[in-house]
């Protein structure tokens, strides 16, 4: 079995083809029986015991052909698998503030708690705790000799110690069965946000897909994700608890052979692409043993627009005999051309919401599949013999939809066609159980299927609201046995953490809903990352993916963020505080800004933030005195409190809530050199434009012919302003989604808890930060750049509030060159830092710069005025300010401390790239070889497409041997980078640690300086400086050896 989701024989397996051989087993065989039940659109659930896995389906199977599993990018065909850490095996656990599931896993050993071996508290407990797996139920193997039940009673005990312990921490009082759902609730978040992920942010609509569940643990949670994703069908195989391994028995024979083709589509390449499919056809074929048995060949193009990298992948239809000769075979081509068109335009439009009507169409590679179908057995069909409905063998209690009720017990071998079971219910078979949630009806077909269908009640959104929002968390106003949460009012006071103090209208933070809102305020972030990918046209974004977006509450403080650039999430709230300071009163609904200003918020002029205010949606007719519920964009609580409309929000004087914002390493925003980073620039001017909050959009119309004015203005215009905008374009696109996605969530949730949970998020990271802070000790640190300047730091630790002052006093003054940095640089990387220090998943955001004091003069380099030159300070002073603060703390060694940023370009080409090097060692760890380190988190561009768009060669990269430096623990080692100049150009390199070696600590040794020169096509050696422009000729090479990591601890 193949992770391509075919066979092969035994003597052509090869292990790169083996890495998800078991999960696409898993989808071959949820597709072929979910084709067999006449559902031809499902997304398949495959929940294990460590993780869940997820695909989508609709007629085809989705692949591929570049993958990252463990750190490691794989070129070779896959099924499109998604997967996230959650499985039965998950770990559950009170971190203080929030409910934690995984994505550490017990494993088989120990296992869950109930399994009678000192395990932790898992997934699977929970289940167990809430009646949802019956120890009775479920084979006797536990125990020291392997014939003993679930232990359900350890299980219970460790679910009151825990409910003991978050009441001890918050003031939260619930119950120990609460407890357990609010861990299930997040489980299922996570298992939900990753089918999204293949779905929904792909454009598809999956509200008539059927979810087809398999896995040990599938069953349990199927209906729970179902209301979460809003689908309305499950099916349910006999064989779903072994449905990987019975897929394997279903899957056919598949070869698949791909070629570059990289041309631009016409009717007349038609004709040689089939020449090529024809030779990719033999040498398939060749590798069957039986090349005439049961045959499917299926033809694919993969096109991407010319000038951009998003590949979508078309089907071509073989040609037939009628179709050649003469004027028919010109009309054929045509008609293919057109065709092929369409296929792509349809899925783009789906994909990314717009299509370029006339942009060329570029063949990027083509592929074929060689199917030989193979036989697979037939189901046995099953009779009704009984005219009675179907008898329970027990009847149990369960707690779901928030109290216990009375299940009944079906075995599924009991069942029989047309028998129909209402939830709650549970349906047990000997590799499985399956939870029938209430609201859910489960109909057994001639087949043994089990189809689950939402009932009608619940579709036409009546009933108990409760049942279809199980994703929702708790409803605060639910009758329970035990104290319902503080409200506004409450008389409860603690001195506990920011979290219990209350934020707005007095709620108190919600321990479930604390995790789920930081994971969905992320996912946001995520979402608005993709959505500028998909939509970019520069290389800089799309595929070195120099950007970053975030999400900022209605002050301008930063809330959460994808996992993006460092340098921009730590500074970009300085952006939006100066848009709020500068137009704050007379921003507008449409509106959206536009600024790169260093001394205001900005980092480098390169950096282009684009700003959108989220503000109150166009409310509805209000009806005075009648169903406020109609009126009201909220669903918790259904009270004016939380009414948009309550907050004095309307359509004629609209309130910010929250504000959106993106920023986007443009590839040229002019200056003096081509990519916009001048070595040896001494002024702003000649570094580019300086956009200081300039409005791109003004209620909701694009400021275009202004755009294209601006970027074109000054003594130093943007060499490819069609870039910019386009780029710009699609930072707009990117933030209309982090504002639908928000609003959204309002409706969802009510405005007020998001706003609340907004401010308990950062309370949550300032937590955080403080406990790290706890640990640490004074410390100071002088360190000295290749340029002379000198960065000064000393921390100071003040364990009794937990609070630590990071003062840069004594670092040099104001540098002539550009290697000042400003202030909001500074801040990110000292953000950056203390971050990291937090052994923990939360967000990066404002509320870790709470316990932080930071002292930054004004004059120094790391806070310079206007128009200082400040290009390198993003890239390369920023990293020193890094490695210097780990030094201060003494926890580890320098990294390279350079992004090595290497342009080159002219009027028809600009690029630009940051160069991964050495990390550095630390505390029982060796630093990591030819790694992006500290404030950058951009990927290079592949060699193929840097050698397709670029006059370039990349002649060699690879890494720097022994260079690291040496230590108890070693550093990292740098790399080589050859590029070979295949027309005249402009060259730059902007870097540091050419000569100062990056530091080593506690006896470890230095990381080697790195090194910049050209061999000449003369074979002449020139060596440069650490910031150098040069120009280059054709077959001249440029060398960039990238500086180690310093070493950790003397070497024994």
């Not at 039965?88 to 017990?106: H, K, M, N, Q, T």
């Not at 407990?125 to 479920?138: E, R, T, Y």
């Not at 009673?153 to 679910?159: A, D, G, N, P």
């Not at 030159?869 to 490695?883: F, H, K, L, R, Y």
């Amino acid at each position: 079995m193949q992770s391509n989701g075919g066979l092969t024989n035994a003597q052509k397996f090869q292990g790169k083809d083996s890495i998800l051989s078991g999960p696409a087993g898993g989808i071959v065989g949820a597709v072929q029986t979910s084709l067999k039940a006449g559902f031809q659109n499902i997304i398949t659930f495959d929940m294990g015991g460590t993780s869940t896995d997820v695909a989508h389906f609709n007629g085809e199977y989705e692949r591929q052909f570049e993958t990252e599993i463990a750190g490691v990018r794989m070129r070779t065909p896959m099924m499109a698998i998604h997967t996230v850490a959650a499985g039965g095996g998950s770990i559950l656990r009170f971190d203080g503030s929030r409910y934690r599931v995984g994505p550490e896993s017990a494993g088989a050993n120990p296992g869950p708690a109930c399994y009678r071996n000192s395990g932790p508290l898992t997934v699977t407990d929970a289940n167990v705790m809430l009646g949802k797996i019956q120890p009775q139920f479920f084979p006797k193997v536990f125990g020291k000799n392997g014939d003993l039940p679930l232990d359900a009673e350890i299980v219970r005990q460790k679910f009151r110690e825990l409910a003991i312990e978050i009441q001890t921490q918050t003031v939260d009082n619930r119950t120990p069965e609460e407890v357990a759902t609010g861990f299930i609730t997040i489980a299922v978040e996570n298992m939900a946000n990753a089918i999204k992920k293949i779905s929904l942010q792909r454009g598809y609509d999956i509200s008539n897909y059927t979810l087809c569940c398999f896995g040990g643990a599938g069953g349990q949670h199927a209906c729970l994700i179902a209301n979460t994703l809003g689908i309305k069908q499950i099916f349910i195989h006999p064989y779903a608890g072994v449905l990987s391994a019975y897929g394997m028995g279903l899957a056919d024979v598949r070869i698949l052979r791909e070629k570059a083709i990289e041309k631009l589509l016409t009717g007349n390449l038609i004709s040689e692409l089939e020449a090529s499919f024809l030779e990719l056809e033999t040498e398939a074929k060749a590798e069957l043993e039986h090349p005439e048995s049961k045959i499917v060949i299926i033809l694919k193009l993969n096109l991407k627009y010319e000038g951009t990298d998003s590949i979508l992948s078309v089907n071509l239809t073989p040609p037939t005999p009628l179709s050649k000769g003469g004027e028919r075979e010109v009309n054929y081509y045509n008609s293919v051309l057109m065709t092929l068109t369409q296929q792509f335009e349809q899925q783009h439009q789906t994909r990314y919401g717009f299509i370029k009507l006339k942009k060329n169409l570029i063949v990027e590679s083509i592929n074929i599949e060689i199917i030989q179908q193979m036989d697979t057995p037939e189901e046995p069909i099953l009779t009704r013999t009984r005219t009675t409905p179907p008898k329970p063998i027990a009847t149990v209690s369960i707690y779901t939809n928030n109290q216990w009720q009375n299940t009944p017990i079906f075995p599924r071998n009991d069942l029989q066609p047309e028998d129909i079971i209402n939830g709650p219910a549970m349906i047990i078979e000997s590799i499985g159980t399956n939870i029938i949630e209430p609201g859910w009806q489960a109909e057994l077909t001639a087949k043994n299927y089990l189809i689950l269908k939402l009932t009608p009640p619940l579709l036409r959104g009546e009933g108990e609201e409760e049942i279809s929002n199980l994703s929702l968390s708790f409803q605060e106003n639910q009758q329970t046995s035990h104290p319902p949460l503080p409200r506004k009012g409450s008389a409860q006071k603690t001195s506990h953490s920011p979290l219990l103090r209350g934020g707005q209208g007095g709620l108190k933070a919600d321990p479930v809903k604390l995790e789920i809102f930081k994971n969905l305020f992320q996912f946001i972030a995520e979402q608005m990352g993709i959505t500028l990918q998909n939509t970019a046209s520069s290389v800089n974004i799309k595929e070195r993916l120099d950007f970053s977006c975030a999400i900022f509450d209605q002050n301008g403080q930063l809330v959460a963020n994808a996992p993006h650039i460092p340098v921009h999430l730590g500074s970009m709230g300085d952006s939006i505080e100066s848009l709020i300071a500068a137009k704050g009163e007379t921003l507008k609904p449409g509106d959206v800004y536009l600024l790169n200003n260093p001394y205001n918020g900005g980092t480098h002029l390169p950096d282009v933030t684009v700003i959108t205010p989220v503000f109150t949606p166009p409310s509805p007719p209000l009806v005075i005195g009648g169903n406020r519920q109609e009126n009201s964009l909220v669903k918790e609580g259904n009270n004016q409190e939380n009414s948009l409309v309550k907050e004095g929000n309307n359509q004629e004087n609209p309130a910010i809530l929250f504000y959106v914002a993106s920023r986007g390493h443009q590839a040229d925003i002019g200056g003096i050199t081509p990519g916009s980073m001048p070595p040896n620039s001494t002024n702003i001017e000649q570094e580019g434009i300086l956009i200081d909050n300039v409005q791109l959009v003004k209620e909701g119309d694009f400021l275009e012919t202004e755009l294209l004015n601006l970027l074109t203005s000054g003594n130093y215009p943007a060499r490819n302003p069609a870039t910019n905008i386009a780029d710009l374009q699609a930072q707009i696109a990117a933030n209309e989604k982090g504002v639908q996605e928000l609003l959204t969530m309002v409706e969802y949730y009510g405005l007020n808890t998001v706003k609340t949970y907004m401010q308990f998020v950062q309370d949550n990271a300032e937590i955080s930060v403080r406990r790290a802070i706890n640990v640490l000790t004074d410390g100071e640190f002088s360190y000295e750049m290749d340029n002379g300047g000198i960065i000064k730091v000393n921390i100071k630790i003040n364990k009794n509030n937990r609070s630590a002052k990071i003062d840069f006093t004594g670092t040099s003054p104001q540098l002539p060159t550009n290697f000042n940095a400003p202030k909001s640089i500074c801040k990110a990387a000292v953000l950056y830092v203390f971050r990291t220090l937090v052994d923990d998943n939360i967000p990066l955001n404002a509320g870790c710069l709470k316990p932080l004091e930071i002292i930054i003069p004004d004059g120094c380099f790391l806070n310079p005025g206007y128009p200082a030159a400040v290009v390198a300070g993003n890239v390369e002073t920023s990293q020193v300010i890094v490695d210097a603060l780990y030094g201060a703390l003494k926890v580890m060694s320098a990294s390279q401390g350079t992004m090595n940023n290497f342009t080159f370009g002219n009027q028809n080409y600009q690029y630009y790239e940051t160069i991964c090097g050495g990390s550095g060692a630390g505390i029982n760890y060796h630093g990591t070889d030819a790694v992006h380190t500290h404030m950058t988190n951009s990927r290079l561009t592949d060699p193929e497409v840097l050698e397709w768009r670029y006059p370039v060669l990349l002649e060699e990269f690879s890494i720097r041997e022994n260079s690291g430096g040496l230590g108890k623990f070693k550093g990292g080692n740098g790399i080589i980078r050859k590029v070979r100049f295949l027309a005249t150009m402009t060259a730059g390199i902007l870097s540091e640690h050419r000569i100062i070696p990056p530091f080593g600590l506690n006896g470890g040794q230095p990381g080697l300086v790195g090194k910049n020169y050209i061999i000449r096509d003369n074979g002449t050696v020139e060596n440069l400086e650490s910031t150098a422009t040069v120009e280059m000729n054709i077959n001249d090479i440029f060398v960039i050896e990238t500086p180690s990591g310093g070493g950790y601890g003397h070497n024994q």
